[in-house]
């Protein structure tokens, strides 16, 4: 898939997260609209993945885990859209008897989901033990994971990092959602990650920065991030992007980490984002 | 009374490192994650033996769930060890979030539990564990009574699909129980039959039972002694055909009141067949420095304790 065509994926997954979020009447549009751009490079360019024969082991094959469980409505978009379940399934996120859970559920059974996530912290723990396995099982794939910046301030996540430099944990490629905005505020007034690229590097991580709303750097960037695994270090890509990206009223506002638009707020956000694959 | 000859004194974290030992022999899938204990835990003959499935985690018990998650996710059988308060206090949400509502295969080995840890004092004696783990959906509750079965116990947690917590003990203890015992989780073992009271036990809290079954012998009192070795899933088929026979109970552990053996058998039997029961147990305190036989008369975890306790509960038939 080129870049126009993943463009054109990711605009669909936005109005689809606004959808999903307006219909539930509750959940998180604007980490969700920040990392659409990532979650779609990722599925249908940079990962190999066999949607139609998922497994929660995921022999052979790359492996995700989203560790900032409450972005879900972008993952359960990209993941319905590259063919893991019914598009039509996306109207049921958070409502009673759905296998959409408000934050991601292994119980629910949805194809794609190998973990629970929502206590911030634990995903790259998690994504560093299926790593680990593959390694002893000489499986080559590769492991990716996500977090929002905000989720750095968990202890968990350091622990992890220096483990994963100290076992040489190579096989494994963490993204982080540098939007710089938190329930309360920016992460700078709220406690600042400080140098977020030297924090890494210090702990041992191969780190490569990009501009995470942009689908030709993000393409890149995880090109970048591949040819960089296997080599004795664990890698982190630094997704700067923007809290709410592709909306103008949400755009950069922490504001909007939690809440869901009204039907005249969906309105306007649609207005901005244009139909490119068909709304379920 | 049946006679319980003393065959050994061995420590049951020792049972579990020989029992994780076997069990990795049958198993090339088990994996273990230690959190800077490995001797403590007596996890170095698997160390040892199987180096490139030992992961030594260092001080970060967080990060060491979630890693056993992600091993358990991709197929591995993750034994996880340090000290119980380690293995559940301090992450508790990593087990409730990436082992139990993720129903992973993980197998959380927790050692030096209750208050028979000794001198390290109240810190890291922990008297929660059971409580905290029997709470999580899924989550299997397992505690053995000496070296011998708790050997048995890991072969047997090596051999079950599902999360599962460990416990067990750091001092000597006597060994009763012989190899040739069966041990199935979620089935209570009858050690000794008898009509007027049932007591039931768990840990190293048995062999008191059995001693006290001796001394309530000679007063007359002709006690039935089950060894509760799984906490979760209770056998209520077992409690409850014994208690409808002798009609009063005594529980025995070494935990706290709360979220314990009692807490579990009281609601069982309100539900089902209310009869008096008395506990032997920690009344909500903290523990403290001392030896371990020093605590335990202490704060009661004796056979005279159990004694008492029965003689209460016929009173109150």
Redesign the interface.
């Given at each position: 898939m080129n870049v126009k065509e993943l463009q054109d994926v990711a605009a669909q997954v936005r109005r689809d997260v606004l959808r999903m979020i307006n219909g539930a009447k509750s959940g998180h549009p604007g980490g969700s609209l920040s990392c659409t751009d990532y979650l779609t490079a990722l599925y249908f360019k940079e990962m190999n993945v066999d949607p139609s024969h998922f497994t929660i082991e995921g022999k052979d094959e790359d492996i995700f885990y989203l560790s900032n469980g409450h972005v879900c409505p972008a993952w359960y978009s990209v993941l319905a859209r590259r063919g893991y379940y019914p598009v039509s399934e996306l109207s049921t996120l958070r409502k009673i008897g759905s296998r959409l859970q408000g934050h991601p559920s292994l119980s629910h059974k949805l194809p794609g989901i190998r973990s629970a996530s929502g206590s911030l912290g634990q995903g790259l723990s998690v994504g560093i033990g299926h790593a680990l396995a593959k390694k002893a099982d000489n499986d080559d794939s590769l492991v990716f994971t996500l977090h929002g910046d905000g989720e750095l301030q968990e202890g968990q996540i350091w622990e992890a990092a220096m483990f994963a430099a100290s076992k040489h944990v190579d096989n494994i490629i963490a993204a982080i959602d540098y939007n710089h905005q938190q329930i309360d505020g920016t992460i700078e007034d709220v406690n600042s990650l400080g140098n977020l690229s030297e924090k890494w590097t210090a702990f041992g991580w191969h780190v490569i920065n990009i501009n995470g709303n942009n689908m030709l750097e993000v393409v890149t960037g995880l090109e970048q991030a591949k040819s960089a695994a296997h080599k004795g270090q664990p890698v982190v890509i630094i997704l700067n992007t923007k809290m709410g990206f592709g909306v103008d009223f949400m755009y950069d506002s922490h504001k909007w980490h939690g809440v869901a638009p009204n039907d005249e707020q969906l309105a306007n956000a649609l207005s901005q984002i244009p139909e490119t694959l068909g709304d379920y | 009374m049946k006679d319980f000859p003393i065959l050994d004194k061995k420590d049951t974290r020792s049972g579990f490192g020989k029992g994780l030992y076997e069990a990795a022999l049958k198993n090339p899938n088990i994996?273990a994650l230690c959190a800077d204990l490995t001797g403590s835990v007596k996890m170095d003959e698997f160390a040892k033996a199987f180096p490139?499935?030992f992961?030594q985690?260092?001080i970060?018990e967080?990060?060491?769930?979630?890693?056993?998650?992600?091993?358990?996710?991709?197929?591995?059988i993750?034994f996880t060890g340090t000290f119980a308060n380690f293995s559940t206090a301090r992450v508790f949400?990593?087990i409730?979030?990436?082992v139990a509502?993720?129903?992973?295969n993980v197998k959380i080995c927790a050692s030096h539990a209750g208050i028979t840890l000794g001198e390290d004092g109240a810190t890291h004696q922990t008297l929660e564990d059971i409580g905290m783990m029997k709470m999580l959906p899924g989550m299997t509750v397992v505690v053995p009574c000496d070296y011998e079965q708790t050997r048995l116990a890991t072969l047997a947690v090596a051999e079950y699909e599902g999360p599962v917590y460990l416990r067990f003990g750091r001092p000597k203890q006597v060994v009763f129980t012989t190899a040739a015992q069966d041990f199935v989780i979620g089935k209570a073992q009858l050690l000794d039959v008898g009509r007027d009271i049932s007591i039931f036990a768990t840990g190293i809290m048995v062999w008191e039972a059995i001693q006290a079954c001796k001394k309530l012998e000679e007063m007359g009192i002709d006690a039935e002694i089950i060894n509760i070795h799984t906490i979760k899933p209770l056998d209520n088929h077992a409690i409850l055909n014994s208690v409808k026979k002798t009609g009063c109970v005594v529980t025995a552990e070494e935990h706290q009141i709360n979220g314990g053996l009692c807490d579990s058998i009281s609601q069982l039997l309100c539900r089902e067949y209310p009869v008096p029961v008395e506990a032997v147990a920690i009344f909500d305190q903290w523990g403290q420095s001392g030896t371990p036989d020093e605590l335990m008369k202490l704060y009661n975890l004796t056979s005279d304790a159990i004694v008492n306790a029965a003689v209460k509960a016929i009173q109150r038939k």
């Open positions: - | 994996v490139d499935r992961y985690m260092g970060a967080a990060n060491m769930i979630g890693v056993a998650a992600g091993l358990a996710t991709a197929g591995k993750p949400d990593q409730r979030q990436a509502y993720s129903n992973k």
